[in-house]
């Protein structure tokens, strides 16, 4: 199987176990469309393969760790639906079609964000064939990296730095909250599924650091070289809003040369703990080279 | 001690705990200010103070069962944050004080509330003293009532409810799922924390049940004859909105002997099942007579 074969049978893995999620539950009003209108929107699902391959590689069976993989995604989802509403980011368009609460409206996009957020602990907990003190610890890695010290802590200095410029110290403090600490929990998720041991946590966490960081950088260049039909959303969203960006502060070559280092980065730290490494190597390769 | 004593003794214990859970954490903007303004805005810590007294009636440590209720409250209180935004109940007052959104600003409150929802399960994750078993419990406990099944999917049908009659049987699913989920969650959790056995936690949800409907329904009754300045809040707000209600489906009347049936109904669950119900068949009929 190629890396790109092993990638597609991860989505599909991933994309099966979210459409059954809520599948069974009856119309309450929009709620469940709204939640699955996000949730299944063909995302990259970089978040829950991470998790599942840091579960392969950390020798634990990829199968076990795919509820804490999508309870990831959840997470993700929820905060896209919130970062969209018109009063934070006030977008349209996310991922080539209407942002949630263009369809839904704000009540129900706020509380389908709510749902899903709530929803991803209740997935951990009720996963099958792991034992209570791994699915514990992925409860606690999860809350960590999606509250006020993580995710939500980011998109609070976010929206408090719109408008005014930040230093190169302070937007990396806020993309490491923002994007940077879901992306290690996804992968310290499957290292737990697995019964990873600490230096392999460890390992795994710097890897997905650096990579976070890799992406965020391309985020940003995307953001003024993309193509909007590929990226599915507006390009130059950043410049309107006035946020400091890498490429606001360090052009757009020094970014190129940035995420070349943080990726070579974080295949090392890899490299020197796993002896099969080799699809989260590639991964991170295709990430630098992405053009949505 | 007097019931009355001991009820304060509780509260203390949760004001206490509540106090210390964001202190160590550093300036993020104005989030954890939000978080705090909300949570320590001197609610009565029902919620709490149920899990707490369902520990010790079912044989366990009060003690550990505390940040499982604290982590109830969060959840309470998230959600009333959420509910007053502009784009769900539009309220300006909660509690005597203008509402969080109000205060901070809507995207600061919608972050909150989030932050909050989140703390809840990385409390429970986190706490001492009781084995993973039990806290996984917890955690599949409060998701399912606090999520798609519970509340969240309790104020969906809220906001779609507005303006047009609800039969009885709706207005009855309406609020079991969005007070009353929460309320048997509170209690059940101090039965998981003691690790009472099926039937004790079945009892302790049936009291629970019964007194979050008795408690609603109360609700109602005081947004139409209770006193703003005692409530903290402007009465008449469901006329206003036009909300079906017990008091406008069965008057005023059949309310008031509804809530003593229900709660009568609730004590004899408890006194069916446990030798020392005492304090929370108290607590039943003290909510029938609150002002507030």
Excluded at 110 to 129: C, H, M, R, Y
Excluded at 164 to 190: D, M, N, R, W, Y
Excluded at 219 to 230: H, N, P, R, S, V
Aim: hydrophobic share 40%; net charge negative; aromatic share 4%.
């Amino acid at each position: 199987m190629t890396y790109e074969q092993q990638l597609s049978a991860d989505c599909a893995l991933v994309e099966n176990y979210l459409k059954t999620c809520f599948a069974d539950r009856e119309p309450r009003a929009d709620l469940y469309d709204a939640m699955l209108y996000s949730l299944l929107a063909g995302g990259k699902r970089i978040r829950p393969v991470l998790a599942l391959e840091s579960c392969r590689m950390c020798g634990g069976d990829v199968e076990s760790a795919l509820p804490l993989a999508c309870a990831v995604e959840m997470v993700h989802t929820y905060s896209l639906i919130h970062d969209d509403l018109p009063c934070m980011d006030d977008d349209d368009l996310r991922r080539g079609r209407p942002t949630n609460h263009k369809v839904y409206g704000e009540a129900t996009a706020v509380l389908a964000g709510d749902a899903l957020l709530t929803a991803a602990f209740e997935t951990i907990a009720g996963a099958g064939g792991l034992d209570a003190g791994r699915l514990l610890s992925a409860v606690a890695c999860l809350g960590a990296a999606a509250g006020s010290r993580g995710m939500v802590g980011g998109q609070v200095l976010d929206m408090a730095g719109e408008g005014h410029a930040l230093s190169l110290a302070e937007v990396e403090e806020l993309q490491s909250l923002k994007t940077g600490a879901l992306i290690s929990a996804a992968a310290e998720l499957g290292c737990i599924a697995a019964g990873g041991s600490v230096k392999e946590r460890a390992a795994v966490r710097r890897y997905a650091r650096r990579l976070g960081l890799a992406f965020q950088i391309r985020d940003d260049m995307l953001d003024i070289q993309g193509d909007e039909a590929t990226l599915g959303k507006p390009i130059g969203s950043d410049a309107r809003s006035e946020k400091t960006t890498f490429v606001s502060l360090k052009g757009m070559e020094a970014c190129e040369a940035l995420v070349r280092e943080k990726t070579e980065e974080a295949k090392n730290a890899l490299r020197e703990t796993f002896a099969d490494p080799g699809f989260l190597c590639w991964l991170a390769d295709e990430l630098v080279q992405r053009e949505k």
